[in-house]
Nanobody
């Protein structure tokens, strides 16, 4: 697993959760990192993204409630989620763009975490 996400769980409406995602040592020169989510029965949607330099973007549905951050030295990306609502219930996936060394050459690639489930009860 090249991206490992954790931190999901069950929380009451109005509560908070923090998701973490670690990139494996085989990935380096990581550019954009992001979080996506897939509510049950719906398409995957972008939640937030962050560049290597720390420029962030948020979907309108989470702006002001979620904060994305990263630690380049640790190859980690985080998603602090606050004021959670039942409509935030979804499987959350982390994403990264980076470089790996494979079969004798370097190549750019995109990576997805395995997903961590967030359930918000009303």
């Amino acid at each position: 697993v090249q991206l490992q996400a954790c931190g999901g769980g069950l929380v009451q409406a109005g509560g908070s959760l923090r998701l973490s995602c670690a990139a494996s040592r085989s990935i380096f020169d990581i550019d954009d990192m992001a979080w996506y989510r897939r509510p049950t029965g719906k398409e995957r949607e972008s939640v937030a993204s962050i560049t290597k330099g720390g420029i962030t973007k948020y979907s309108d549905s989470v702006k002001g409630r979620y904060t994305i951050s990263r630690d380049n030295g640790k190859k980690m990306v985080y998603l602090q989620m606050g004021s959670l609502q039942p409509e935030d219930t979804a499987v959350y996936y982390c994403y990264a763009e980076g470089t790996e060394y494979s079969s004798g050459s370097f190549r750019r690639a995109t990576y997805w975490g395995q997903g961590t489930e967030v359930t918000v009860s009303s």
